[in-house]
Nanobody, 126 residues
Framework: QVQLVESGGGLVQAGGSLRLSCVASGRTFSNYAMGWFRQTPGKEREFVGYINWSGVSTYYADSVKGRFTISRDNAKNTAYLQMNSLKPEDTAVYYC???????????????????WGQGTQVTVSS
């Protein structure tokens, strides 16, 4: 089992920045790729970005590419989502997830991830 806890959400004005953290406990963090997803009421949870186990490979949804950056610190069992140039449409509950993913082509699929955090709310005001 891997337990994931997100933090860092909050209210920010459009154009601002936030950094989300996802702390993992349980099994070896570096064995898992990490993903970030987000969800708004009435909509499916959508892929935001992915980072492989070592941090060398990342992949982003087109909607956030160039604005969001994912990183990880395996020594601290923590993954990060740095969000810059935030827009009102980025408002959502953000979730981190862990999975043993070996093919980038499936990194955007919810079903590729085995463990999920509880989510943290991000609200961007216009």
């Amino acid at each position: 089992q891997v337990q994931l806890v997100e933090s860092g959400g909050g209210l920010v004005q459009a154009g601002g920045s936030l950094r989300l953290s996802c702390v993992a406990s349980g099994r070896t963090f570096s064995n898992y790729a990490m993903g970030w997803f987000r969800q708004t009421p009435g909509k499916e949870r959508e892929f935001v970005g992915y980072i492989n186990w070592s941090g060398v490979s990342t992949y982003y949804a087109d909607s956030v590419k160039g604005r969001f950056t994912i990183s990880r610190d395996n020594a601290k069992n923590t993954a990060y989502l740095q969000m810059n140039s935030l827009k009102p449409e980025d408002t959502a509950v953000y979730y981190c997830a862990a999975g043993r993913i070996y093919k980038l082509v499936v990194a955007g699929n919810r079903s590729s991830y085995d463990y999920w955090g509880q989510g943290t709310q991000v609200t961007v005001s216009s």
